[in-house]
């Protein structure tokens, strides 16, 4: 689960700029994600009890090519917090989501 200070603006983030499918969306309390068969990611809305804390995960995707990724996310106005660089066999790079949330991109050079 990931606390969210707007949750229709972060739904629409990890529905239309990461591609994840919507499982439920229960708003304004709850929306959950299929991630692959029984693997689900859930958002709740951040509120006196949940607090939004970037920093305190750091999600990741593979994607099939991170620089048109990252190309993409620019067209979108998505924050682009580490531009892609090289790692071992790996190309990777780390876009925020609208809380700050630091995700991590990566695919294989």
């Not at 700029?17 to 709740?44: C, N, Q, Y």
């Not at 509120?47 to 995707?61: I, K, N």
Request: charged share 20%; hydrophobic share 40%; with cysteine.
């Amino acid at each position: 689960m990931l606390v969210c200070r707007d949750l229709a603006r972060s739904r629409d983030f990890y529905r239309n700029v990461m591609g994840l499918k919507v499982l439920s969306d229960r708003s304004p309390h709850w929306i959950e994600f299929e991630l692959a068969k029984g693997v689900t990611f859930g958002l709740h809305q951040g509120g006196d009890l949940l607090a939004v804390r970037p920093g305190s995960l750091q999600l990741g995707f593979t994607v099939e090519s991170v620089d048109r990724f990252v190309a993409d996310c620019g067209t979108l106005a998505v924050p682009i917090l580490q531009y892609p660089y090289n790692e071992g066999n790996l190309r990777i790079a780390v876009i925020s989501d609208p809380d700050g949330y630091p995700i991590q991109i990566g695919s294989k050079r």
